[in-house]
Structures are given as C-alpha cells and as structure tokens.
C-alpha cells in the first residue's frame, strides 16, 4: 500500500508538474478553451437540497494531455479518443473543472473542499474571488469538509502568506488523510499538488477535526461516507437527508464521461488504484440504482447531477 501509494505519488508530481506554471507545457490554450464554457454556465450555480441553499463556486479548471499519464493509465490514447469522441468532445486533451460547493443550513456556513488556492497556477485558485461575487464573507464559514488532501482540494485553507483563509471555520478532514498530510515532507507534498505542507499543517492544526471513515460530523445535515481508494483518508459527503439528499463525491470520479462510462480504467492520481477502482463502480450502481443526486467537484460547472444506466454503461446526466 505504501509502495503503491509512493509510485502513484510520484506519477502525480510528473503529471502537476505539467501544470505548474514553471512548465512549458501549453497554458495559454489551456486556459482559453476551458475559461469559455465555466464563464457562460456561471448564474446557475445556485441550488436547493432540501431546505438549505447551496452554490457551486468556480475556482478554476485543469487540463491534461491525451497521452494516458493521467486519464486512462494503461489504456492507449486511442482508446481514450474513442470514449471523448462518441461523447463529442476533444480528443487530444482533457479537461476538468475545481468547483467547491457552499451550503448555508441553519446558522451554519459550509464549504466543501476549498479549490486549488496558489498551487496550480493561473487557471485555479478562484474561489476567494467566487465568493466575494457570491456576497459570502470567509469569516462566515463556519466548516469545511476536505474531501481529500490533494492540492486542488486543501490548496484554498491558506493564503499566499501561509495564513488561514477561513479563520472561523472547523476543518474536517478524514483522519488518515489528516497523518498523511502530516507525514509530507516538502518533497512529497509538491508530488501531491501541496505547495508547502509543513506550513499547511501548521496552519491548520488548531482547526482540524480529524474525523473516523462514516462520522456524523453535523448531525441531520452531513455524514461522511467512506470512499475508499483516491487516498488513505478518502471520504464523501451526504449532504442533507431523502430524496432531496446530495452526495458530495469528492474524487470517486474525476472526469465527466471517461470516469464514469470506464471506471474501471486507471486515474494516475488513485494512490490505491483497484480499490479506487472498485469503490467507483459501486457508487455508480448504488447511486444509479437509488436516484441519488450528485455533486462531483470536477466535472462540468455546477457539478450537480446524477448517474444513470444506460445499456451496460453508466452516464452523467447534469441537473
Ligand atoms: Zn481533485
């Protein structure tokens, strides 16, 4: 496991470092053919889950190359242009969305996964600039539920300056995800999209809640749900209750059609590959068994859907 999660570790830093902004892989187009769409879907991100009211908010887009280092691992590019292409989309790059999601219960402010903050470079790191058009101050937040401790996900806690961004807020994180940011040494971190994890840590230890897999962190209003794979501490989040309920998947699944109609082809960024593997299929089936509705942080902007079974494939069906 450990061995697993350090190559895969290693496969990451190859992959980010193509995307940090010190490489001279292609940006600029990067950032223009994603920027387009993300703009023009933006007013709708605003939606209900039973009586509370929840905002998907932009913090940016990534994009990788169709060369089978990230998407796809083990297949050919050919393989992967087939699914892009009976999709109608590109097929010699991939694109995903960072797209945190806010939801106001009560007299509690919630943000789920903070966005990629100064960690990926220019085309990320939007969210504080999401929430002030939203009219939502960071010091109204009162918890954040870290799906995960890669870089696009803890990357918003601190600013430039190493400071909390959120000041007020609880941060939930999955206890083995919490040790294993914990455990990073600067080297490693930048393997997982960490900038600097020792100051990220110190940051934010007074504020963690490092939470066991499945823990009612606010009861009535969310549950993690123990998702098994992406990394040691992994978790989902049940928004809400009924059929009305939100499933917050974190990074089950990171591509819109690839993850979802192939989950059982390699993602780089999986430290434990085949139980990745297995928990997104099973959370297609039971999530397209049940109705469940969706929220995936990566996929197109807002994020909200559903999965259904179409043949004997799965498909996202946007909300
Ligand atoms: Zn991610």
């Given at each position: 496991?450990k061995i697993?999660s350090?190559?895969?570790?290693?496969?990451?830093g190859?992959?980010l470092a193509a995307?940090?902004?010190?490489?001279?892989?292609?940006k600029?187009?990067?950032?223009?053919e994603t920027?387009?769409p993300?703009?023009?879907a933006?007013?709708p991100?605003a939606?209900?889950?039973?009586e509370?009211q929840?905002l998907?908010?932009l913090?940016?887009?990534?994009?990788?190359p169709?060369d089978?280092?990230v998407?796809?691992?083990?297949?050919?590019a050919?393989?992967?242009a087939?699914v892009?292409?009976?999709?109608g989309l590109p097929?010699?790059?991939?694109?995903?969305?960072?797209?945190?999601l806010?939801?106001?219960a009560g007299?509690k402010v919630?943000?789920?996964?903070?966005g990629a903050?100064?960690?990926?470079g220019p085309?990320?790191g939007?969210?504080?600039?999401?929430?002030?058009?939203?009219?939502v101050e960071a010091?109204?937040?009162?918890d954040?539920f870290?799906?995960h401790?890669h870089g696009?996900?803890v990357?918003g806690?601190?600013?430039?300056?190493g400071?909390?961004?959120f000041p007020?807020?609880?941060?939930?994180?999955g206890?083995?995800?919490w040790?294993?940011?914990q455990g990073l040494?600067?080297?490693?971190?930048?393997?997982?999209?960490?900038?600097n994890?020792?100051a990220l840590?110190t940051?934010?230890t007074?504020?963690v809640?490092?939470?066991k897999?499945g823990a009612d962190?606010v009861?009535g209003?969310?549950q993690?749900v123990?998702i098994?794979?992406h990394?040691?501490?992994?978790?989902?989040?049940?928004?809400?209750?009924?059929?009305?309920?939100v499933?917050?998947i974190g990074?089950?699944?990171h591509h819109?059609?690839?993850?979802?109609?192939k989950?059982?082809?390699?993602?780089?960024?999986?430290?434990?590959a085949?139980?990745a593997q297995?928990?997104?299929?099973?959370?297609l089936?039971?999530?397209a068994?049940?109705?469940?509705?969706?929220?995936a942080?990566?996929f197109p902007?807002?994020g909200l859907?559903?999965f259904?079974?179409r043949?004997e494939?799965f498909v996202?069906v946007a909300?």
């Amino acid at each position: 496991m450990k061995i697993t999660s350090l190559a895969l570790a290693a496969a990451i830093g190859l992959t980010l470092a193509a995307c940090s902004p010190k490489s001279e892989a292609p940006k600029e187009p990067a950032a223009a053919e994603t920027a387009a769409p993300a703009e023009t879907a933006k007013a709708p991100g605003a939606f209900s889950i039973g009586e509370y009211q929840a905002l998907s908010l932009l913090d940016g887009t990534l994009e990788f190359p169709n060369d089978n280092k990230v998407v796809g691992v083990g297949k050919t590019a050919e393989e992967v242009a087939a699914v892009l292409t009976a999709a109608g989309l590109p097929t010699d790059k991939l694109g995903l969305t960072i797209e945190p999601l806010l939801v106001k219960a009560g007299d509690k402010v919630l943000l789920f996964d903070t966005g990629a903050g100064t960690n990926f470079g220019p085309t990320a790191g939007k969210l504080g600039q999401s929430l002030t058009e939203a009219g939502v101050e960071a010091a109204s937040v009162t918890d954040i539920f870290i799906s995960h401790v890669h870089g696009d996900h803890v990357g918003g806690l601190v600013n430039a300056d190493g400071a909390l961004v959120f000041p007020n807020a609880t941060v939930h994180i999955g206890a083995a995800d919490w040790a294993f940011l914990q455990g990073l040494s600067a080297e490693n971190g930048a393997k997982v999209g960490v900038g600097n994890p020792v100051a990220l840590v110190t940051a934010v230890t007074p504020k963690v809640d490092a939470f066991k897999p499945g823990a009612d962190l606010v009861p009535g209003v969310v549950q993690a749900v123990d998702i098994k794979g992406h990394t040691p501490g992994h978790s989902g989040y049940l928004i809400g209750a009924g059929a009305d309920s939100v499933l917050y998947i974190g990074d089950t699944m990171h591509h819109y059609v690839v993850s979802v109609q192939k989950p059982d082809w390699t993602i780089a960024f999986d430290h434990d590959a085949p139980t990745a593997q297995k928990s997104r299929a099973e959370v297609l089936a039971q999530s397209a068994a049940s109705g469940q509705r969706i929220y995936a942080v990566h996929f197109p902007y807002p994020g909200l859907g559903k999965f259904e079974k179409r043949g004997e494939e799965f498909v996202w069906v946007a909300e």
